[in-house]
């Protein structure tokens, strides 16, 4: 079963993010909430970062970013891709933040949580890969 949807890069879209990975979750009858819980964690983090990197970095008004939500008998996947500037990251250097630091957890807490993290810039847009294997 998948899903597919566009929305803006701002703040208010996080909530539209988590009630249609709500929706689409209870479509698929999965029992195992573990894996719904390390999905939906990830997919919040990644999308908070988008929206993040994009008021940080990115002024332009207008930039979206598309989420699709994909389900197989192997595994459970989310990709979201957005049209701002490019991020330059090596995931492997990733590491969690400091208790004290106020922010800094967000992609530590997607690569514990998945069983495959992805990151690519491919046709003017950055795509994130997250997928938990069932």
């Not at 689409?24 to 999965?30: A, M, R, S, T, V």
């Not at 894996?35 to 999308?47: G, N, P, S, Y």
């Not at 979201?80 to 250097?93: F, H, K, Q, R, T």
């Amino acid at each position: 079963m998948s899903v597919e949807f566009d929305v803006p890069a701002t703040v208010e879209s996080l909530d539209t993010v988590q009630d249609r990975f709500a929706t689409w979750w209870d479509g698929l009858g999965i029992e195992d909430m573990r894996l719904r819980f390390a999905l939906e964690t990830a997919l919040a983090e990644i999308a908070a970062n988008i929206v993040e990197h994009t008021l940080r970095t990115d002024r332009e008004v207008g930039r979206r970013y598309r989420v699709e939500l994909d389900a197989t008998e192997r595994e459970l996947t989310a990709v979201l891709s957005d049209n701002g500037l490019p991020v330059d990251i090596d995931l492997g250097a990733v590491t969690m933040a400091d208790v004290d630091a106020e922010d800094g957890r967000g992609l530590a807490l997607a690569i514990a949580a998945l069983d495959r993290l992805e990151h690519r810039h491919e046709g003017g847009r950055n795509v994130w890969t997250l997928v938990c294997e069932r």
